[in-house]
T-cell receptor, first 111, second 114 residues
Framework: GDSVTQMEGPVTLSEEAFLTINCTYT??????LFWYVQYPGEGLQLLLK?????DKGSNKGFEATYRKETTSFHLEKGSVQVSDSAVYFC??????????FGKGTKLSVIP | SQTIHQWPATLVQPVGSPLSLECTVE??????LYWYRQAAGRGLQLLFY??????ISSEVPQNLSASRPQDRQFILSSKKLLLSDSGFYLC?????????????FGPGTRLTVT
């Protein structure tokens, strides 16, 4: 079946540092790819998405590029802020009613 | 625009008591609906999903059940809670249609079973 693997963390960065959270997937077919963010005590929010190879999703300074050759969708941000502290989930969807989620990566940004 | 509501926001229940969590969606018709659970510090576990009224698919056999009495209403129930039922319960919806995979989540219900 489909699977999504992401670095489990936790990841601790200083404010204004560069962020990368790795995500790779295995899926039958051609999945759509997503990053979700979950702030403490809240539900998940869709952060960005990409639906085909070489698409770049972006939102709030975060970016991720759909790399079909490496089956990856790494999340990046050039300069993180304390307010970016959250758990980030990578997800893939293809041909079924369900999304396949990674286990989540907890990011803590310290001033 | 679409909105998803969950209630209650928090709940503390004794072991062996019943449970009813409700989720409603506004601004869309015939959505796919989902119940997830997050145990403390862990990822998402899909419990149930529904593609239409009265249609429920269970992903994890346990003492929970789900019902969809109306198009935009999804209910999670239990007759007798276990300690292991504690967690953060999330409802989500997805639009019907080809290539529409993204799900949108509600604010969640924090359940503590004592």
């Amino acid at each position: 079946g489909d699977s999504v693997t992401q670095m489990e963390g936790p990841v601790t960065l200083s404010e204004e540092a560069f962020l990368t959270i790795n995500c790779t997937y295995t899926a039958t077919g051609y999945p759509s790819l997503f990053w979700y963010v979950q702030y403490p005590g809240e539900g998940l929010q869709l952060l960005l998405k990409a639906t085909k190879a070489d698409d770049k999703g972006s939102n709030k300074g975060f970016e991720a590029t759909y790399r079909k050759e490496t089956t990856s969708f790494h999340l990046e941000k050039g300069s993180v802020q304390v307010s970016d502290s959250a758990v980030y989930f990578c997800a893939a969807g293809a041909g079924s009613y369900q999304l396949t989620f990674g286990k989540g990566t907890k990011l803590s940004v310290i001033p | 625009s679409q909105t998803i509501h969950q209630w209650p926001a928090t709940l503390v229940q004794p072991v062996g008591s019943p449970l009813s969590l409700e989720c409603t969606v506004e601004g869309t018709s015939n959505p796919n609906l989902y119940w997830y659970r997050q145990a403390a510090g862990r990822g998402l576990q899909l419990l149930f999903y529904s593609v239409g009224i009265g249609q429920i698919s269970s992903e994890v056999p346990q003492n929970l059940s789900a019902s969809r009495p109306q198009d935009r209403q999804f209910i999670l129930s239990s007759k007798k809670l276990l300690l292991s039922d504690s967690g953060f319960y999330l409802c989500a919806w997805r639009a019907q249609g080809i290539m529409k995979y993204e799900q949108y989540f509600g604010p969640g219900t924090r359940l503590t079973v004592t």
